[in-house]
């Protein structure tokens, strides 16, 4: 079966012939059924999604966004962010308004959070090394070298005006730099080498391939539940009738239930990051 054409219609379409089928089966006193379909259907989703990481982890290594140590770049972004909140926090605590610059003391807390942030971003351009990263983990290293770049700016501002510790000042700027060379060094990796970019910008729709037999066999398993709860009873065809009276099956000759094994099962193949917007066979 096929995903229909339609992008967010035909998602609410499939929901639609879920919610439809669970509340027939419900009504019909299949309440069991519906509800270890919709269990079992979405255990598979999470499985095949773990099983997908791990082959592309397998093939790609570090290089994707998925693959650690890069899936610690997303957070990065907090450790920027309390960077800054920091440097500006101190702003207010070590400046005195009567005693301008008697007392001004390094600021420890962000000396320590940028000291983790070095040490962070120094352990993930080792653990890269020459590998082409993927474009979201290139794009985000990108945006947090901005990040880095205004928060450096600033401390130097503070320090110039003697509202900031000098020293706190050169660790973020250090900060910047080096958020800096990641981005250019995984941004010229790409440029250079733009075969491998686009073999792991293809990382997860590979993985999926590689899933999708088993996948299959899964979900072709839970429909001979389904045939097997429908072969035993009398009132089956009343029910089949009642659900094509309030909406058609996207497969002819599907019976109540397959929907909810395939909206739910395929929950992996067209949510979060990883989709990139893809439109997968369900």
């Known amino acids: 079966m096929t995903a229909r054409p339609g992008g967010d219609a035909d ?14 089966l419900v009504f019909y006193g299949m309440r069991e059924l519906a509800e270890g379909l919709s269990r079992d259907a979405a255990a598979l989703s999470r499985r095949m999604e773990r099983e997908a990481k791990r082959s592309a982890r397998r093939r790609f290594g570090v290089a994707t966004s998925f693959g650690a140590p890069l899936a610690g770049l997303q957070f990065l972004l907090l450790l920027v962010a309390a960077t800054v909140l920091i440097s500006v926090n101190m702003l207010s605590v070590q400046f005195d308004r009567e005693h301008r610059l008697e007392q001004l003391q390094p600021d420890a807390a962000s000396l320590a959070v940028s000291g983790v942030v070095a040490l ?5 351009l080792a653990a890269v090394g020459p590998r082409v990263v993927d ?10 070298a901005l990040v880095y770049a205004l928060a450096g700016g600033a ?27 990641a981005a250019v060094w995984f941004a010229a990796n790409r440029r250079r080498r733009p075969a491998a970019a686009a073999a792991v910008d293809e990382a997860w729709s590979w993985a999926v391939t590689q899933q999708l037999p088993a996948f299959e066999h899964e979900r ?4 001979e539940r389904v045939a097997s709860a429908f072969a035993g009873r009398a009132d089956a065809a009343t029910i089949i009738a009642d659900r094509d009276s309030i909406r058609a099956p996207a497969t002819a000759g599907a019976l109540p239930g397959e929907a909810i094994i395939s909206m739910q099962s395929s929950l992996w193949l067209t949510a979060g990051r990883h989709a990139r917007g893809r439109r997968m066979p369900v």
Request: charged share 10%; proline share 2%.
């Open 11 to 24: 998602a609410a379409a499939s929901v639609a012939d879920r919610n439809l089928e669970y509340g027939l």
């Open 120 to 124: 962070s971003l120094v352990a993930m």
């Open 135 to 144: 474009r979201s983990v290139s794009t985000v290293a990108a945006r947090a």
């Open 155 to 181: 401390a130097v501002f503070a320090s110039v005006n003697g509202s900031a510790a000098p020293s706190a000042a050169v660790a973020v700027v250090a900060m910047a730099l080096l958020a800096t060379g």
């Open 220 to 223: 072709e398993l839970l429909r």
